[in-house]
């Protein structure tokens, strides 16, 4: 196949290196895995740290939801409600769409 005269490679050393560290280091954690399951004592460790790392997650999320409630109903007081007033609507004011077409040119 030929190259055009203007083509220049770049080096992929670095990308390389990059996956193969990732490779590495997912090889890392699958082994410590493995370990901490062997070891009873981590095991029920890591599970206790785990548990408490979730329990504080669902504390903040509880926290700042109930602290968007609370400023959510000043905000709503403040705004109000927005209508239009001297407006009359009515069903009858509701045009069929029998044999139309959303292609149709609307000329309303």
């Known amino acids: 196949m030929a190259d055009a005269t203007n083509m220049k490679t770049a080096s992929t050393t670095k990308s390389g290196l990059g996956i193969l560290l990732l490779v590495v280091a997912a090889v890392a954690v699958i082994g410590l895995i493995v370990w901490a399951l062997t070891n009873p004592d981590i095991l029920a460790t890591t599970i206790n740290v785990i548990i408490v ?56």
């Open 53 to 108: 790392i979730v329990i504080a997650i669902v504390v903040i999320i509880l926290i700042v939801s109930g602290l968007m409630l609370i400023m959510a109903v000043p905000i709503y007081m403040k705004k109000g409600e927005q209508y239009q007033d001297g407006v009359d609507y009515s069903i009858d004011d509701v045009k069929p769409v029998k044999e139309s077409s959303s292609e149709d040119k609307k000329n309303e």
